[in-house]
């Protein structure tokens, strides 16, 4: 089986664990879980869940506690685009090739979508609890997964990049943006994954930063395919950073530049990976293919 069969395979995999977790369309409160279901089960590279649990195996150790951490990391992961969407933030009328939750749903909706998802995935998480007889592992991993969402993470991110739209963005608060923004969800992954696992204290932080490096490098090549992709091949609008004046790596040091820093950090993140004493093919590759897509 070669890659392409293999991640088509774990991704299909993946689409049935979301839908194992997400909550039925019934109730009178079926309108909200309407618009969560539609956000998360827009498509998309299920890259978090993905790498948890390849990450997992890496260190030799995969139990049923897995599971609810890869549909929490993904619910909130959704939480965030749908967020990211709203009129007030990006403006944005298409994701994934199709009418984003603010435009089929209304605005109020999307922003109670956002949060009820964010919420829900802690309750997902704890489901975990009674998966496992590591409960302190689990109780480690919902704290990671929280930090990593909130204000020293995800949610941190966010509020600079806000703060500074339309303003001009020096370098090392640009990186604080991507590292927080993109990278925090890609950290806590892996981090997961590699507790999960069986990984020690040391190994776990070379995961984070690893995630970290890569979350950069993913956030600069999607700088680069804002202004040198189609709506067409992302499934998104193009020239919305150009749009919302948004500081880019792209605008902050030009397009070749921007390219060898996705090298840069591809680089040192592959190099992370292979100091390992363990090893795991399919993730090398995936890593890989992640921080050189075309969409």
């Not at 998480?125 to 990671?144: H, N, P, Q, S, Y």
């Not at 507790?195 to 932080?205: I, K, M, P, S």
Request: glycine share 8%; hydrophobic share 40%; proline share 3%.
């Amino acid at each position: 089986m070669n890659f392409e069969e293999e991640l088509k395979g774990k991704v299909e995999e993946i689409e049935k664990l979301l839908r194992k977790f997400l909550p039925e369309e019934t109730g009178h409160q079926k309108t909200i879980f309407e618009a969560m279901n539609y956000s998360v089960l827009a498509g998309g590279k299920r890259l978090r869940p993905l790498l948890m649990q390849e990450c997992c195996r890496l260190f030799g150790r995969e139990g049923k506690e897995l599971g609810p951490f890869m549909a929490a990391i993904e619910m909130i992961h959704s939480s965030s685009l749908v967020h990211d969407d709203l009129p007030a933030m990006d403006a944005d009328e298409y994701r994934r090739g199709r009418k984003t939750t603010w435009v089929v749903y209304g605005e109020d909706m999307a922003i109670l979508a956002g949060d009820a998802l964010m919420i829900y995935a802690f309750e997902t998480a704890a489901k975990a609890f009674r998966e496992t007889d590591r409960t302190d592992l689990v109780g480690e991993c919902i704290g990671i997964l929280a930090k990593k969402t909130g204000i020293y993470g995800m949610i941190g991110g966010q509020t600079v990049d806000v703060e500074l739209t339309g303003k001009p963005v020096p370098e090392e608060k640009l990186d604080f943006i991507y590292r927080l923004k993109t990278g925090a969800l890609l950290e806590a992954s892996m981090m997961i994954g590699a507790v999960l696992g069986g990984a020690d204290r040391e190994q776990t932080a070379l995961m984070e930063q690893m995630a970290s490096d890569v979350g950069l490098a993913f956030q600069i090549q999607d700088d680069i395919l804002d202004v040198t992709s189609t709506r067409e091949v992302l499934g998104k609008p193009v020239g919305s950073d150009e749009k919302n004046e948004k500081t880019t790596y792209v605008t902050l040091k030009g397009l070749s530049a921007a390219k060898e820093q996705v090298e840069f950090y591809s680089r040192r993140a592959e190099t992370a990976l292979r100091s390992l004493p363990v090893r795991n093919r399919f993730l090398n590759e995936l890593i890989l293919r992640l921080i050189t897509r075309e969409k």
